[in-house]
């Protein structure tokens, strides 16, 4: 059984992270998604949210399992018994980071192997906070996340679409 863990905040999940989710998922017999709940960062959205908002646009993926964690990938790793965390590479800018977290995480636990997946080119440019930022200002995130998802950005936000808060 071949199980990797899919970590990060996904606050929220964007087409992004939903296309390394289907694309991981064809490669392992089982993906867990593990999301992060970090008491260093202040998110839009509870982990708890997060979570069902993953369950909900990875519904149509059989072997995706979601799970909120805290602490440690390699922990959260080891608990799941998953012996690949899942990344993506969106650009060159995330790829020091992400070297020197796939180095310390093997160097954590040398059972651990993280397997990187690149960026749709068409959402390279995409992150969580980009999709907050437009939101806020009521512009058109619907490039950028599912439906469902949109909606929910909006809702907790406190604009529409079109809505221009100057
Ligand atoms: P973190 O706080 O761990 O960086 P994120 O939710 O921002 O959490 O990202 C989780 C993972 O998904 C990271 O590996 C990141 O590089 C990747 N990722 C983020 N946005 C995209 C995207 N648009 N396309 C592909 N991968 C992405």
Partial sequence: MKRAVYPGSFDPVTKGHLDIMERAAAVADELVVGVLNNNKKTPLFSVEERVNMIKDVTSHIPNVRVEAFSGLSVDFCKKCGASFLVRGLRAVTDFEYELQMAQTNRSLDRGVDTLFFTTELRYAYISS?????????????????PPQIAEHVYAKI????????F
């Fill in 129 to 145: 906070t980009i999709v907050k930022e437009v939101a806020s200002y009521g512009g058109d995130i619907s490039g950028f996340v």
């Fill in 158 to 165: 406190g604009t529409v679409k079109g809505s221009k808060s």
